[in-house]
């Protein structure tokens, strides 16, 4: 068996196309959306990640900025400016990246951002509502493992689900989004830690395997059931790639899980086109909420 390759480019293009046409009315209002991505301690060689948010959004038209503090700053220094942006009228969404240094506390920052131009979907009041069930931005990543899942898979009732990692921004949303009560979704789900006994057997169990971990090729084949759909999360830069060759991986050992696995999302291509889409959909809510929908 060779697994089908579960790509998000074509899905993240159709996302972004409805994206356009909404941003298209604002501007005609004679409106520039503005995106305010916040990084401490980025390296000299910049962050991908930060660059393809910025890159999306000004090919949307948004005016996009990004504010760099060194890893040395102060919490009062992160509180000034995420206080100062959630104020400014001209950005109508802010981007925290995480992680942050050890030195800065996390949750107290992101409740620093203005819930309503949180497009990350991590101000403690938008969790309240996504786990509720009501309507507010919701983080972008599992919203994107959604769409690809509901397009390879179809209906997700009653499917054993196993996502490995618990972070705040896949692990955790993810597993309350795929038990909504919510036609199409209704999933079994298990979240797995770094605290799970016989975590290969209970990796086994399930239909769909999600893995966001963080540790580049950490699951193998072992790990995966016969026939089993794939998502990796995760992504990592490989140090000194050969010429011509990747230069990135993920946390799935692509050529082991790939003979096993009946689909499985390649890195990069895979979820990560879909984490931008999203993300841009939801500065798209935060404009219309924050200067009226037409």
């Given at each position: 068996m060779t697994a089908t390759l579960l790509w998000g480019?074509?899905?993240?293009?159709?996302?972004?196309?409805?994206?356009?046409?909404?941003?298209?009315?604002?501007?005609?209002?004679?409106?520039?959306?503005?995106?305010?991505?916040?990084?401490?301690?980025?390296?000299?060689?910049?962050?991908?990640?930060?660059?393809?948010?910025?890159?999306?959004?000004?090919?949307?038209?948004?005016?996009?900025?990004?504010e760099r503090f060194p890893g040395t700053t102060t919490e009062d220094a992160l509180h000034a400016k995420l206080r100062e942006l959630s104020a400014d009228r001209g950005v109508h969404g802010i981007i925290l990246q995480?992680?942050?240094?050890?030195?800065?506390?996390?949750?107290?920052?992101?409740?620093?951002?203005?819930?309503?131009?949180d497009v990350d979907g991590l101000h403690p009041l938008?969790?309240?509502?996504?786990?509720?069930?009501?309507?507010?931005?919701?983080?972008?990543?599992?919203?994107?493992?959604?769409?690809?899942?509901?397009?390879?898979?179809?209906?997700?009732?009653?499917?054993?689900?196993?996502?490995?990692?618990?972070?705040r921004i896949v692990g955790r949303p993810l597993s309350v989004f795929l038990s909504e009560r919510s036609p199409g979704l209704n999933a079994t789900v298990t979240l797995c830690h770094s605290a799970t006994r016989d975590l290969k057997s209970v990796a086994r169990e399930a239909e769909i395997l999600v893995v966001a971990i963080g540790r580049r090729r950490a699951i193998t084949s072992e790990y995966v059931r016969?026939?089993?759909?794939?998502?990796?999360?995760?992504?990592?830069?490989?140090?000194?790639?050969?010429?011509?060759?990747?230069?990135?991986?993920?946390?799935?050992?692509?050529?082991?899980?790939?003979?096993?696995?009946?689909?499985v999302t390649p890195v990069p291509g895979g979820v990560g086109p879909m984490t931008v889409a999203f993300l841009v959909r939801n500065l798209a809510d935060a404009v219309e909420a924050q200067e009226g929908a037409r």
């Open positions: 480019k074509e899905a993240a293009a159709e996302i972004r196309a409805q994206v356009k046409e909404r941003f298209d009315r604002i501007a005609a209002r004679g409106i520039q959306p503005g995106l305010a991505i916040v990084t401490v301690g980025e390296t000299p060689a910049g962050n991908p990640y930060v660059r393809s948010k910025s890159r999306a959004a000004e090919e949307l038209g948004v005016r996009a900025r990004v995480l992680p942050l240094p050890s030195h800065l506390p996390e949750d107290r920052h992101l409740e620093d951002i203005a819930p309503i131009k938008n969790v309240g509502r996504w786990v509720h069930g009501l309507p507010g931005h919701r983080p972008a990543t599992p919203l994107g493992v959604l769409e690809l899942l509901r397009r390879h898979c179809g209906d997700l009732t009653g499917k054993r689900v196993v996502i490995i990692g618990r972070s016969p026939g089993a759909v794939v998502v990796d999360v995760g992504i990592h830069e490989i140090p000194e790639p050969p010429p011509g060759g990747p230069r990135f991986e993920g946390d799935v050992d692509m050529a082991s899980v790939r003979s096993v696995a009946s689909a």
